[in-house]
T-cell receptor, first 119, second 113 residues
Framework: EPEVTQTPSHQVTQMGQEVILRCVPISNHLYFYWYRQILGQKVEFLVSFYNNEISEKSEIFDDQFSVERPDGSNFTLKIRSTKLEDSAMYFC?????????????????FGSGTQLSVL | KNQVEQSPQSLIILEGKNCTLQCNYTVSPFSNLRWYKQDTGRGPVSLTIMTFSENTKSNGRYTATLDADTKQSSLHITASQLSDSASYICVVSRSYNTDKLIFGTGTRLQVFP
């Protein structure tokens, strides 16, 4: 089965530094998402992206965060100035271009995540 | 407030036994409910997806039920295997114009030989 690929699997950074998390969604998918999971807590929605623009974002996704699809295959999440509380597992997800999350035949495919540790 | 609550938090069973995990939600309006399996250090993998009109859905040894009136769902695992050890997450989608999924905290299942 095709997979969503995320790199790196682990990222350690100093507080205040910029980080870019990379994702390669499944090739025929057009909707892309970033979620995060702080250790021991629920998975939380960050942002959804379609047709080269953000379609929805959560309160967590403030001005320090940005997303980009720089070419036909990559989807990136940038955190401009990391804080200690940004430490979490960040998951990229994608889905095909038909139906929607409200369609029962619709699956959201998640990557294995990038564990970000801010020191 | 839109929330998804799961019980128990954790569960230990012996290989070959059955178990049932519970999910209660207060999400409104409701579109569909999903169960995901998440292995440690991995992304969630979809097991089942149900709308309000579906009472039950199976995927191999996994059977999910949904009662949209009481806003409850369950995931039943039959003849558990060691590979079933994982977190099982209940996820709800709202029905108006949003793609945001609402996740529960998950049930951590451990299957011992």
């Amino acid at each position: 089965e095709p997979e969503v690929t995320q790199t790196p699997s682990h990222q350690v950074t100093q507080m205040g530094q910029e980080v870019i998390l990379r994702c390669v969604p499944i090739s025929n998918h057009l909707y892309f998402y970033w979620y995060r999971q702080i250790l021991g807590q629920k998975v939380e929605f960050l942002v959804s992206f379609y047709n080269n623009e953000i379609s929805e974002k959560s309160e967590i996704f403030d001005d320090q965060f940005s997303v980009e699809r720089p070419d036909g295959s990559n989807f990136t999440l940038k955190i401009r100035s990391t804080k200690l509380e940004d430490s979490a597992m960040y998951f990229c997800a994608s889905r095909p271009p038909w139906g929607g999350l409200r369609a029962t035949n619709e699956k959201l495919f998640f990557g294995s995540g990038t564990q970000l540790s801010v020191l | 407030k839109n929330q998804v609550e799961q019980s128990p938090q954790s569960l230990i069973i012996l290989e070959g036994k059955n178990c049932t995990l519970q999910c209660n939600y207060t999400v409104s309006p409701f579109s569909n409910l999903r169960w995901y399996k998440q292995d440690t250090g991995r992304g969630p993998v979809s097991l089942t997806i149900m709308t309000f009109s579906e009472n039950t859905k199976s995927n191999g040894r996994y059977t999910a039920t949904l009662d949209a009136d009481t806003k409850q769902s369950s995931l039943h695992i039959t003849a558990s295997q060691l590979s079933d050890s994982a977190s099982y997450i209940c996820v709800v989608s709202r029905s108006y114009n949003t793609d945001k999924l609402i996740f529960g905290t998950g049930t951590r299942l451990q299957v011992f030989p």
